[in-house]
C-alpha cells in the first residue's frame, strides 16, 4: 500500500510559478513509478507527467514540455512537479499517483494504482 498526500498548490498569476510536492507512505515507495495527473471542471483527467522509479526518466504531453519539470527525491519519499510560466488553462485540481509497473500506457489514468487528495492550482489572468 502507498499513501499519497499533496501540497503546494495555491492561485498565482498567468506567467508565475508553483511547485507541487507529494509525500509518500509506504516501504516500497522507490519502486513505484510516479505521477502527476490533472483534472478540471467538466473535464476528464489528464496526464500532466511521470517519472520511472527504475530509469529516472521523465514523461511530460507537449503543452508542459519546457514548462514542467518533475523529479523525485526517494531517501525523502517526495516527487515535486516544478511549474513554470503557468497559464490560465492550467487551472486544474492536480493529483499525485503511483503506479507498481510501467506498462507504457502512462497517458491512462487506470495505469496508476494510488492516488492523492488532490491540490488546488489556480491561475490568474
Known amino acids: 500500500q502507498v499513501q499519497l498526500v499533496e501540497s503546494g498548490g495555491g492561485v498565482v498569476q498567468a506567467g508565475g510559478s508553483l511547485r507541487l510536492s507529494c509525500v509518500a507512505s509506504?516501504?516500497?515507495?522507490?519502486?513505484?513509478?510516479m505521477g502527476w495527473f490533472r483534472q478540471a471542471p467538466g473535464k476528464e483527467r489528464e496526464f500532466v507527467a511521470a517519472?520511472?522509479?527504475?530509469?529516472?526518466?521523465?514523461y511530460y504531453i507537449a503543452p508542459m514540455k519546457g514548462r514542467f519539470t518533475i523529479s523525485r527525491d526517494s531517501p525523502e519519499n517526495t516527487v515535486a512537479l516544478q511549474m513554470n510560466s503557468l497559464k490560465p488553462e492550467d487551472t486544474a485540481v492536480y493529483y499525485c499517483t503511483a503506479a507498481q509497473y510501467w506498462g507504457g500506457d502512462y497517458l491512462n489514468a487506470r495505469s496508476f494504482d494510488y492516488w492523492g487528495q488532490g491540490t488546488q492550482v489556480t491561475v490568474s489572468s
Open positions: 517519472i520511472r522509479w527504475d530509469t529516472g526518466v521523465p
Open positions: 509506504g516501504r516500497t515507495f522507490t519502486r513505484y513509478h
